[in-house]
């Protein structure tokens, strides 16, 4: 792949395994306040979102007596806590990171809040590598609109045509797209299939170094 000047990682499912831990955080949360479960409401279909949107659903359907803000508070807690004992960084994302940055400036782009993501970018001592950090709540709409990325182009510097994003979700690849930039899909998350609308769509970091180093 040519003529690109910057590279945006999103976080869950690209640089952590998180997802299977973010569901665990949700459920546990759940479960001590006293529900058995999310119900109708299916955690796949909020991957690749950030928690606020399954917070909503959640509230408008349960009318829980916490506030959004404390269930939001909750849940990060608590995924904080299994992702510092499990630490689960896909094996070969640090090493692609590090080759990466030699030659392009790196910014994450996640649906997490700041302390999540920081929480995770402690591990591996990956922080160095990033020059830039985006949550959701630092933009309006969460994916798959495209401001995230924007916002993270902006930061870096760098016209979001030439930006390629790394991103393992279908509502991060429309995100990505939407945004004007070209998306490499990994398929940690969903089978290629899913990831189709992706520029390219690979199995591996070692294709991602390709693609981006060649």
């Known amino acids: 792949m040519r003529n690109f000047r910057a590279v945006i990682f999103d976080m869950d499912g690209v640089i952590v395994n998180s997802e299977p831990h973010h569901e665990r955080a949700f459920l546990d949360v759940i479960r001590e306040l006293g529900y058995a479960g999310l119900g109708d409401l299916k955690f796949a279909d909020y991957v690749g979102r950030s928690d606020f949107d399954l917070w909503v659903d959640f509230i408008a359907k349960y009318k829980p007596a916490q ?12 995924v904080i806590e299994v992702l510092r004992e ?6 070969g994302v640090s090493r692609l990171a590090q080759k990466l940055a030699g030659t392009y400036p790196l910014a994450i782009a996640s649906g997490s809040e700041h302390p999540v993501i920081q929480a995770v970018l402690t591990m591996e001592d990956l922080r160095r590598y990033f020059r830039v950090v985006v949550s959701s709540s630092d933009v309006k709409q969460g994916k798959p609109a495209p401001d995230i990325f924007l916002r993270a182009a902006g930061l870096l510097g760098v016209d979001p ?4 994003v790394i991103e393992d979700s279908k509502p991060g690849v429309m995100a990505g797209l939407a945004a004007g930039m070209r998306v490499v899909a990994i398929t940690n998350t969903h089978p290629a299939v899913a ?7 690979v199995k591996t970091y070692e294709e991602i170094e390709r693609l981006l180093l060649a």
């Open 67 to 78: 506030t959004l803000d404390e269930l939001l508070a909750l849940k990060r807690q608590r």
């Open 86 to 91: 499990v630490q689960p960084i896909f094996d």
């Open 161 to 164: 045509k030439d930006c390629v």
């Open 195 to 201: 990831l189709q609308a992706a520029t390219h769509v």
